[in-house]
T-cell receptor, first 108, second 117 residues
Framework: RKEVEQDPGPFNVPEGATVAFNCTYSNSASQSFFWYRQDCRKEPKLLMS???SGNEDGRFTAQLNRASQYISLLIRDSKLSDSATYLCVAYNNNDMRFGAGTRLTVKP | DGGITQSPKYLFRKEGQNVTLSCEQNLNHDAMYWYRQDPGQGLRLIYY???????QKGDIAEGYSVSREKKESFPLTVTSAQKNPTAFYLC????????????????FGEGSWLTVV
């Protein structure tokens, strides 16, 4: 079983839609969590950190459920520019574990 | 500007050759990492270093070697022992070893594309 698992997608949604991704992690000792965005043939870039209480940044909301060991990312009012692959990351004791990513395509 | 610089961006290697990918950071980060990404797949850890003159193998270290002689630099050598080296290589760094909050954020260089010809 992979340490961090994501639905690979692709998720194809129309502009303006709300879309949510989940990511599960197997190591209950994981301390910090992040969502990264990766565009085609580019490096991953930090989208947001995920805090225990959940956090929101504009159209993006991230939540953590430690009991069920998953984190989620919600994107509201999707834009064409949101099309990318979204990587989930779990951190524990200097060990960063990446999910394989969920691909999102937002269409006009 | 602060950041992580990888070079070269594109590299072609002949069978049996060793090649070295450069990674330099001026963020004063403690930890540095090398990941490999194959098409449509996630990042796999090759090597990482938490402090100067120390490094550890990741999940797929075979056929690779690294050094960490300076805090700013973490070059990766892809040796001829690596049988399938064609991939996208990402160098990354993180500020504080062992910290729990914002120091855990990992930042990436722009990546190096290695192709075996």
């Amino acid at each position: 079983r992979k340490e961090v698992e994501q639905d690979p997608g692709p998720f194809n949604v129309p502009e303006g839609a709300t879309v949510a991704f989940n990511c599960t992690y197997s190591n209950s000792a994981s301390q910090s969590f992040f969502w990264y965005r990766q565009d085609c043939r580019k490096e991953p870039k930090l989208l947001m950190s995920v805090y225990s209480s959940g956090n929101e940044d504009g159209r993006f909301t991230a939540q953590l459920n430690r009991a069920s060991q998953y984190i989620s990312l919600l994107i509201r009012d999707s834009k064409l520019s949101d099309s990318a692959t979204y990587l989930c990351v779990a951190y524990n004791n200097n060990d960063m574990r990446f999910g394989a990513g969920t691909r999102l395509t937002v269409k006009p | 500007d602060g950041g992580i610089t990888q070079s070269p961006k594109y590299l072609f290697r002949k069978e049996g050759q060793n090649v070295t990918l450069s990674c330099e950071q001026n963020l004063n980060h403690d930890a540095m990492y090398w990941y490999r990404q194959d098409p449509g797949q996630g990042l796999r850890l090759i090597y990482y270093s938490q402090i100067v003159n120390d490094f550890q193998k990741g999940d797929i270290a075979e056929g690779y070697s690294v050094s960490r002689e300076k805090k700013e630099s973490f070059p990766l050598t892809v040796t001829s022992a690596q049988k399938n080296p064609t991939a996208f290589y990402l160098c990354a760094s993180r500020r504080a070893v062992g910290s729990h909050s914002s120091g855990n954020t990992i930042y990436f260089g722009e990546g190096s594309w290695l192709t075996v010809v």
